[in-house]
């Protein structure tokens, strides 16, 4: 069992940066993926990016170039440095975990891109 908790979620004017961070914490095993996925309004979830505990990253084609996604394996935690923002970046942003085949979700953070 994996708890995730959100922090960093905010109101930014587009073209500002925020930065994201999820902390895990229970039972951690050694392979494992961290990745953030977003929900907007009338729209389905969708993966936005991931890292995996050996530090290969994969990024949704709306994201790549301006959001990162970074790891600290001594912390148990995972960031999504979020820049050049847009206001079709807006919506509630969820901290994964993978291992083993289980999935562990934060309760998300929202995230509002307007001027």
């Known amino acids: 069992q994996v708890q995730l908790v959100e922090s960093g979620g905010g109101f930014v004017q587009p073209g500002g940066s925020l930065r994201l961070s999820c902390a895990a914490s229970g039972t951690i095993f050694t392979i494992n993926t961290m990745a953030w996925y977003r929900q907007a309004p009338g729209k389905q979830r969708e993966s936005v990016a991931a890292i995996t505990s050996g530090g290969s990253t994969n990024y949704a084609d709306s994201v790549k170039g301006r959001f990162t996604i970074s790891r600290d394996n001594a912390k148990n935690m995972v960031y999504l440095q979020m820049n050049s923002l847009k206001a079709e970046d807006t919506a509630v942003y969820y901290c994964?975990?993978?291992?083993?085949?289980?999935?562990?979700w934060g309760q998300g953070t929202q995230v509002t891109v307007s001027s």
């Open positions: 994964n975990f993978i291992q083993y085949g289980r999935r562990s």
